[in-house]
């Protein structure tokens, strides 16, 4: 079927605006990762989710930043109070099972602008 | 933690010719995964290898292969036969297998691969 998609593909948010991401896996991927990627670097991990269970959210900068994927599939990346540090391109990943070896299929991103 | 170094901001090479991509990481496990992502300019992310560290045999993925060398934590990816199609950023990326699959992957900062014609 089709690859990962997100959506917007763009966002301009005022500061302090509350924003959401919204990342489409693939049908019937387990696995759900989010990584933020500043400009001229290398995405940087964020959370991971097993089908609903949220099981590391280490890399999640602050606690304006809340993830979730209720029903094990969409997945929902929520920013509050948005600050300009957050502009950045936020990128999703799904792979189909919890291994190490599995192959994370990205999506486009969402590139969100914070003025 | 880990961390990963790609040295080399940008490189350039003449179409139909060979090009080597650095990556030096670190790491105190011995039981992870090692891979090279490509990010065109449209910045979908595309697996072009992996390397699983319990083996010796370097990984090939038609014109793509890598040099593994674990004991100096270097991985290095070489494209031969370099095509057009090849220029975008190149990611080299480590994922631990401690975590049973639960680890994210962590990046190098890429390497910007510009294909002269």
């Known amino acids: 079927g089709a690859g990962v998609s997100q959506s917007p593909r763009y966002k301009v948010a005022k500061r302090g605006q509350d924003v959401a991401l919204r990342c489409d896996p693939i049908s019937g991927h387990v696995s759900l990762f989010w990584y933020q990627q500043a400009l001229g670097q290398g995405p940087e991990f964020l959370t991971y989710?097993?089908?609903?269970?949220?099981?590391?959210k280490s890399g999640l900068p602050s606690d304006r930043f809340f993830a979730e994927r209720p029903e094990g599939s969409v997945s929902t990346l929520k920013i509050q109070r948005t600050q300009q540090e957050d502009s950045a391109v936020y990128l999703c990943a799904s792979s189909w099972a919890r291994s190490s070896y599995n192959e994370q299929f990205f999506g486009p991103g969402t590139r969100l602008t914070v003025l | 933690a880990q961390t990963v170094t790609q040295s080399q901001p940008e490189m350039s090479v003449q179409e139909a010719e060979t090009v080597t991509l650095s990556c030096t990481y670190d790491?105190?496990?011995?039981?992870?995964?090692l891979f090279w992502y490509k990010q065109p300019p449209s910045r979908q992310m595309i697996l072009v290898i992996r390397q699983e560290a319990y083996k010796q045999q370097n990984a090939t993925e038609n014109r793509f292969s890598v040099n593994f060398q674990k004991a100096a934590k270097s991985f290095s990816l070489k494209i031969s036969d370099s095509q057009l199609g090849d220029a975008a950023m190149y990611f080299c990326?480590?994922?631990?297998?401690?975590?049973?699959?639960?680890?994210?992957?962590?990046f190098g900062k890429g390497t910007h691969l510009i294909i002269q014609p």
């Open positions: 990326a480590y994922r631990s297998n401690s975590g049973g699959g639960a680890d994210g992957l962590t």
């Open positions: 989710f097993q089908n609903e269970a949220q099981l590391d």
């Open positions: 790491t105190s496990e011995s039981d992870y995964y």
